[in-house]
């Protein structure tokens, strides 16, 4: 196979490579768990509604209600967001001071208040 051949099949490759991991990404979907039933080190999603909010200088803590437990987000980010609003969680189920949070790395409105 001469060079200009195995250049075109490597970039073939790496085409339709990217495009299958696209696809699988896009399938990809945790499926909802009440926060009851979380369990450590899992990646999980929730919804809730949103109790309270804390700010600090780059991280934001949210506390949030899926109607069986109560449990804190840990956002590596400042946003803004307000008492009562419904949103979509997905992180790891973390430890902090002996106690369950998650640490988000993707988080959702669903509704306003």
């Known amino acids: 196979m001469n060079e200009k051949n195995l250049l075109n099949v490597s970039v073939v490759c790496a085409i339709a490579g990217i495009a299958i991991l696209l ?3 896009t399938k990809f979907e ?3 768990t009440k ?3 979380l369990e450590m080190g899992d990646f ?3 919804t ?3 109790v309270s909010e804390k700010e600090y200088d780059s991280v934001t803590i949210l506390m ?3 109607g069986s437990e109560n ?3 840990f956002l590596d980010k400042n946003v803004n967001f307000q008492k009562n609003m419904e949103v ?3 992180g790891k189920v973390t430890e902090y001071k002996g106690r369950k949070q998650i640490t988000a790395s993707k988080i959702g409105i669903i509704s306003m208040p």
Do not use: A, N
């Open 23 to 25: 696809l699988v990404q």
């Open 30 to 32: 945790y499926e909802t």
């Open 35 to 37: 926060i009851k039933d």
């Open 44 to 46: 999980v999603k929730i």
């Open 48 to 50: 809730g509604k949103v």
């Open 64 to 66: 949030i209600d899926d």
């Open 71 to 73: 449990i804190e987000v």
């Open 88 to 90: 979509s969680v997905e």
